[in-house]
C-alpha cells in the first residue's frame, strides 16, 4: 500500500503490483499521485509515434525538404538527422527512466543543477516545454487544415482556401482537440492503437503502392539516391542542412510521453522505451517512404514542389493515381475509424496527431502550475471531479496555440511567416531538452540515481552528442527559408521565442511579485515519513494477521485431538 491508497481508501484495498511500484516511484520523487494510469506501454508508445504521424507530417514539411536539395536532401537530411535526434531520446529515456514524473524536464533540472542555479534553470525550462509544446500544437493544427484544403483541391484545381478559411478551419480544429482530451480522455488512451496501426497502414498503401502505379515512369537509382535539386538561394551546403527541418519537426514532441508518466502504467520501463521507440520507428520508416517518393515522383522537382496544388505528396499521389485514386490515398491521411459504446465516427489522422500533443502537453502545464510556476496557477492547478483529468489546462494550451495562427495574415499569399511555428515547434522542445540532459553531464552525478531502464556507459557519451546536436539545431533553424527575407518571409520564430523569453526572464525578476519571490522549484513533499510509517503499519498488521492464523491453526489442532480422542 502506498501513501495514497492510505489517504483515499482508508488503508483498504489492494493494488496490483505495477501500480503499487508506479505509484511508490513517484512518491519517493515527492509527489502524491493524483491522476488515473489509463495508459498501457502501448498506448504510451502510440501517444509518441502517432504524434509523427509519419506520412501526414511528410505531407506538412515536405516543402522543408524538397526545395532545398531534392531526392538528397529528402532521404539522407532524413537519416543524418534521425541519427541525431536518437541520440536525445537515449538521453533522455535514462532521465524518464530515473524520474518518472509528469514535470519531467524541469523537475530533471532542479533535481540535478546546482542549488544556486536550480530555480531560474527549472523556470526557464518550464517556459520553453510549454512554448514548445504550444507551438508544435499550432503547427500540428495548421498542418490539419492544409491537408483537408489539399483534398478539395485534388478534387477541384480551380480551388484555392483564403487565409480567412484556413484559420477558421485551424480554430475548429484547435477546439475539437480541446474537447477530445478535456472530457474524452478514456476513449483517447483506447485510440492510440487504432492510430498506431493506421499509420502503419498508410505507410504500407503508399511504400506498396507508388511504385506499382508509376511503374513505368519511375526514375533512376542516381536520380532517387544523388539528385541534388537545389530551389532556393542558399549555398547547396547550407541548403541541406536547412533541409534537416522536416525531420526534426516529424521526430519531434517526443516528450510528450514524459508528460503523461503519471497516467501510465509501468512508467519507469514504458516511457523510456516509448521514446526511443517511437524516434527509431519514425526514422526507418520516413527513410522507406522518401525513398519511394523520390523514386516515384518524376525527374522535375520545380514541377512537384510549385504544383497548382500547393501540395507537394498531394501532387505525387494525383500522378500516380489519379483524381480517384488520389482522393481514396488522400483519406487514409484523413479518415480514421473508432468506436465508442455501439457509434462508429470518424476522426482524422492529423486531428488525431494534434490530440496526441494537446493531452501531454496540458498534462506539463499542470505540472507546472502545480509547482505555481505559471500566471493564475491556483486557478490552472485543478483535477475536474468529473473526468478527473486537468480540463483548465487543456483549454489554457488550446487557447494559447490559437493566436499563433493569425501569423497566416502577414503573408496571405505564400504563407511564409505562418512557418514560424514549425521552427518554434523545434527551438521550445531542444531549450527545453538541453538544459537537463546537460545538467546531467555538468553537475548530475551526485544526484542522478539510475533508473530500471539505464543506458550504463554509453550514458554520458549519449548525453553530451545529444546536447552538441541540439545548439547546432537552434541556430541553423533560426535563418529565414531563404535569402534576402521580407517581412512576410521573415522567420518570425525568432520573435515569438524572444518574446517569451522576455516574459520568462522579466517575469523571474520583477521586483516583489516575480518568480524568484516564490518559485522554489518543484512543489515536492517529504513523504518518507509517511511511507515508513504506513510500512511499519503494514508490518504490525502482518504481524498481527499472521498472530491470529498461528492461534487459528492452534484452536483447530487443539479441536481435532480432542475429537479423536472422543
Known amino acids: 500500500m502506498t501513501v495514497h491508497d492510505l489517504m483515499h481508501h482508508g488503508g483498504e484495498g489492494v493494488q496490483d503490483g505495477t501500480a503499487l511500484q508506479d505509484d511508490t516511484r513517484l512518491e519517493n520523487l515527492g509527489y502524491r499521485p493524483e491522476l488515473k494510469r489509463s495508459f498501457s506501454r502501448l498506448e504510451t508508445f ?25 531526392p538528397v536532401s529528402m532521404i539522407w537530411g532524413w537519416v543524418v538527422s534521425s541519427v541525431l535526434i536518437m541520440f536525445i531520446g537515449l538521453a533522455m529515456g ?16 532542479h533535481r540535478l543543477s546546482p542549488p544556486k542555479y536550480r530555480n531560474f534553470l527549472a523556470w526557464m525550462v518550464g517556459y520553453n516545454s510549454f512554448l514548445g509544446n504550444v507551438a508544435a500544437i499550432s503547427s500540428l493544427a495548421w498542418a490539419c487544415a492544409g491537408i483537408f484544403f489539399a483534398a478539395v483541391s485534388i478534387n477541384n484545381e480551380d480551388f484555392s482556401a483564403t487565409a480567412a478559411q484556413t484559420f477558421g478551419l485551424y480554430c475548429g480544429i484547435l477546439i475539437f482537440c480541446g474537447v ?30 507508388l511504385p506499382i502505379a508509376r511503374r513505368s515512369d ?53 516511457v523510456p522505451q516509448a521514446i526511443v521507440g517511437a524516434i527509431g520507428s519514425a526514422g526507418v520508416l520516413g527513410t522507406v517512404i522518401l525513398i519511394i517518393l523520390a523514386l516515384t515522383m518524376g525527374p522535375d522537382v520545380a514541377a512537384v514542389n510549385d504544383s497548382a496544388l500547393g501540395q507537394p505528396l498531394a501532387y505525387i499521389y494525383l500522378q500516380a493515381f489519379g483524381t480517384t485514386g488520389s482522393l481514396v490515398m488522400w483519406s487514409f491521411i484523413l479518415p480514421i475509424r473508432r468506436v465508442v459504446s455501439q457509434n462508429a465516427s470518424y476522426i482524422p489522422l492529423e486531428i ?35 473526468t478527473g483529468t486537468p480540463v483548465r489546462t487543456v483549454w489554457l494550451v488550446v487557447g494559447c496555440a490559437m493566436p499563433l495562427g493569425l501569423l497566416c495574415f502577414a503573408d496571405p499569399v505564400n504563407y511564409s511567416a505562418i512557418n514560424a511555428i514549425f521552427t518554434l515547434a523545434i527551438l521550445g522542445p531542444y531549450v527545453a531538452y538541453g538544459i537537463p540532459i546537460l545538467s546531467r553531464v ?14 550504463g556507459r554509453f550514458s554520458k557519451p549519449c548525453a553530451i552528442i545529444a546536447c552538441v546536436w ?23 520564430a525568432v520573435v515569438v521565442a524572444a518574446g517569451v523569453w522576455a516574459f520568462a526572464i522579466g517575469f523571474w525578476f520583477f521586483p516583489k511579485i516575480g518568480g524568484k519571490t516564490f518559485f522554489t522549484g518543484p512543489a515536492t513533499h517529504d513523504l518518507s515519513a509517511e511511507i515508513e510509517a504506513l510500512a511499519r503499519g503494514q508490518a504490525i498488521e502482518n504481524h498481527d494477521n499472521k498472530k491470529d492464523s498461528d492461534a487459528a491453526r492452534d484452536r483447530n489442532e487443539v479441536v481435532a485431538v480432542e475429537t479423536i480422542s472422543e
Open 442 to 455: 555538468l553537475w548530475g552525478d551526485a544526484h542522478f540515481k539510475r533508473g530500471p531502464w539505464y543506458l
Open 46 to 70: 502510440g501517444v509518441a509515434f502517432s504524434i509523427m504521424g509519419v506520412v501526414p507530417s511528410i505531407a506538412s514539411t515536405i516543402f522543408y525538404n524538397l526545395p532545398y536539395g531534392g
Open 180 to 209: 477530445y482530451c478535456a472530457y474524452f480522455t478514456g476513449t483517447f488512451a483506447r485510440m492510440q492503437t487504432p492510430s498506431v496501426v493506421l499509420n502503419v497502414a498508410l505507410a504500407l498503401a503508399t511504400i506498396i503502392g
Open 352 to 386: 488525431s496527431m494534434t490530440a496526441s500533443l494537446v493531452l501531454p502537453s496540458s498534462r506539463q502545464a499542470f505540472a507546472f502550475a502545480r509547482d505555481g510556476a505559471l500566471p493564475f496557477s491556483k486557478f490552472f492547478y485543478k483535477v475536474d471531479s468529473w
Open 218 to 270: 519511375l526514375n533512376t537509382a542516381e536520380f532517387t539516391f544523388a539528385g541534388f535539386t537545389n530551389l532556393t538561394g542558399w549555398p547547396s551546403g547550407f541548403a541541406f542542412i536547412l533541409s534537416f527541418l522536416a525531420p526534426v519537426w516529424t521526430i519531434c514532441s517526443f516528450d510528450c510521453a514524459v508528460s503523461i508518466s503519471e497516467e501510465a502504467s509501468n512508467a519507469a520501463y514504458a
Open 470 to 492: 541540439m545548439t547546432f539545431a537552434i541556430v541553423i533553424f533560426c535563418f529565414p527559408a531563404d535569402v534576402d527575407p521580407d517581412a512576410g518571409s521573415m522567420n518570425y
Open 94 to 109: 535514462d532521465l524518464a527512466s530515473s524520474m518518472p514524473t509528469s514535470g519531467g524536464l524541469y523537475f530533471w533540472t
